[in-house]
């Protein structure tokens, strides 16, 4: 028994029809309608598949898998803006740098005016950061469902994990790797090869590195910068010339860690693109019969049974006969 991509019921048989709900798997109709102008196929009878000496039409995707874009072109352009973002926040960062050198002087004017900048560019990303953020666990999940339509029951975690893993606390250190692994290991191509998993993990690690290079630095930053300020408004000498120092080098790590985010949000550009190939190319893959020399009078091997139907036991035509003899007139054809 397999999953049914209509009812997600574990209850389809190897003749492709699902018990719970009664659907069938093979999809032949839309295309077969397209390339050959048959009638409307409201009964189903297209699934028999493709009739015997015409070549068999485009693959269809099965029923579950998603592959429409909108998700993942309104993704790639907010991951774009988000880049752009963070090279103005790094940007914002250097000439609170150079300020900070010239503060020993007097200019004060000139750090506050640079402070006041890379506040308003940390409101500018917010908005696409925080899109991407809601963007990248809607992408996220709908691969881990088309994953778990092309191999059922080979994940370790629900589906639900994959868009809530992201926004839970500690778990997200490592629970999103292990739904992607999955999903890699689902989505590649049938065959001993492994998934190619070198993006993946450069991916991961790169941006466990720049949230702990963020983290630490934006935190050092603020309370070197309010001891900073403390010592001007009180008069204090002495210390602050060092504080300033400090805060300068903080402020280098912290550009660091901004361009460290834009290289991820680029390996994010590259893995949402590699998955989505991998599950398209997986699920296009056309419907596999039975070896054609088990049945050496049809190229095509088996094809899957269907029910009686009102035009006919049990494989009654009801396009009439558009295939010449291929078919039959009736319960003989085939």
């Not at 709908?142 to 370790?156: F, I, K, M, Q």
């Not at 998955?275 to 997986?282: A, C, D, G, I």
Request: glycine share 12%; with cysteine.
């Amino acid at each position: 028994m397999h999953p049914c991509g209509h009812c997600r019921a574990a209850a389809v048989g190897p003749d492709g029809r699902c018990a719970a709900c009664g659907a069938y798997q093979y999809q032949y109709q839309h295309q077969h309608q397209h390339q050959y102008q048959l009638p409307p196929d409201p009964q189903g009878f297209a699934a028999l598949g493709p009739p015997p000496g015409l070549p068999p039409g485009p693959p269809v995707p099965p029923t579950g898998v998603d592959l429409r874009r909108g998700v993942r072109l309104s993704l790639n352009a907010l991951l774009t803006l988000s880049l752009l973002a963070l090279l103005l926040l790094a940007a914002a960062r250097f000439q609170q740098r150079g300020a900070l050198a010239e503060l020993a002087e007097g200019a004060a004017d000139r750090a506050d005016a640079a402070d006041a900048f890379h506040a308003s560019m940390v409101l500018v990303a917010g908005v696409p950061v925080l899109g991407t953020l809601v963007l990248w666990a809607v992408w996220f999940r709908r691969v881990r469902l088309n994953a778990e339509t092309l191999a059922p029951g080979s994940h370790r975690f629900g589906s639900g994990w994959a868009a809530g893993a992201w926004f839970t606390p500690v778990v997200n250190l490592w629970f999103p790797k292990q739904i992607a692994n999955d999903i890699y290991r689902a989505s590649a191509p049938a065959g001993p090869q492994g998934p190619p998993k070198g993006l993946l993990n450069s991916w991961w690690v790169c941006g466990l590195v720049a949230g702990a290079v963020n983290a630490a630095a934006t935190t050092a930053y603020a309370l070197a910068e309010a001891r900073v300020r403390r010592s001007f408004r009180l008069g204090v000498d002495g210390s602050w010339e060092e504080d300033v120092r400090r805060l300068r080098m903080l402020a280098g790590v912290s550009a660091f860690g901004y361009l460290l985010c834009a290289v991820v949000g680029v390996l994010a550009l590259l893995v949402i693109r590699q998955l989505t190939r991998m599950q398209e190319e997986r699920a296009l893959v056309a419907v596999e019969y039975e070896p054609a020399a088990a049945h050496p009078d049809d190229p095509y091997g088996a094809l899957p049974s269907v029910p009686p139907g009102p035009y006919g036991p049990p494989y009654g035509n009801p396009y009439g006969n558009p295939y010449g003899d291929a078919y039959g007139g009736g319960p003989a054809g085939y």
